[in-house]
């Protein structure tokens, strides 16, 4: 099974708001990374975050890990038409060998 | 994608055909990876590679196969395909490193089906 679930597995907003999407997983974690999808497109690496973080940002990004809840989310600010995407987060085995398994990500729609 | 390529970019194929799709990569990265990408699971890891001729199986490796013989080409083959192997197959590479963070650079995707 995999080990990234996604909440909410659709997301529609108007473009200005804040976007919050969460990722919860199972097994302990080396790191815990966000990548985007535009349609028809490979996934793009947004923000990686390690168990020792709690909080990181990128731009508009915002990244936090409760490792005690073993749960991320992923808040993209002022949100704009460009943003819509599909965000998949991605937890890493590194210490399996490179393992980086996905959750079925977050389909986000941002409304001009 | 910038440095890593994937081919066939589309192929329809009949079940119970051998299908072989190829990922090159010009970045010299340790790690190779093959997904799929199907509605409603998102990406699921088939195999993986640590270098050459080192690989390993992922979640839904059954009815795949693997070979790495070079840095630069990790090859996915169906040795029948079946109509349940419709999909996007995503490759992806990382250089891994000591810091541990395999962070990926995703090819273009190929799109396959079964008929």
């Known amino acids: 099974s995999q080990q990234g679930e996604e909440d909410p597995q659709a997301l529609s907003i108007q473009e200005g708001e804040n976007a919050t999407m969460n990722c919860s997983y199972k097994t302990s974690i080396n790191n815990l990374q966000w990548y985007r999808q535009n349609s028809g497109r490979g996934l793009v690496h947004l923000i990686l975050i390690r168990s020792n973080e709690r909080e990181k940002h990128s731009g508009r990004l915002r990244v936090t890990l409760d490792t005690s809840k073993k749960s991320s989310s992923l808040l993209i600010t002022a949100s704009r038409a460009a943003d819509t995407a599909s965000y998949f987060c991605a937890t890493d085995f590194f210490s399996q060998g490179g393992k980086l398994i996905f959750g079925q990500g977050t389909e986000l729609s941002v409304k001009p | 994608d910038a440095g890593i390529t994937q081919s066939p970019r589309h192929k329809v194929t009949e079940t119970g055909t051998p299908v072989t799709l190829r990922c090159h990569q010009t970045e010299n990265h340790r790690y190779m990876y093959w997904y799929r990408q199907d509605p409603g699971h998102g990406l699921r890891l088939i195999h993986y590679s640590y270098g050459v001729k080192d690989t390993d199986k992922g979640e839904v490796s059954d009815g795949y196969s693997v070979s790495r013989s070079k840095t630069e080409d990790f090859l996915l083959t169906l040795e029948s395909a079946t109509s349940s192997q419709t999909s996007v197959y995503f490759c992806?590479?990382?250089?891994?490193?000591?810091?541990?963070?395999?962070?990926?650079?995703f090819g273009a995707g190929s799109r396959l089906t079964v008929l």
């Open positions: 992806a590479i990382s250089p891994g490193g000591a810091s541990g963070a395999n962070v990926l650079t």
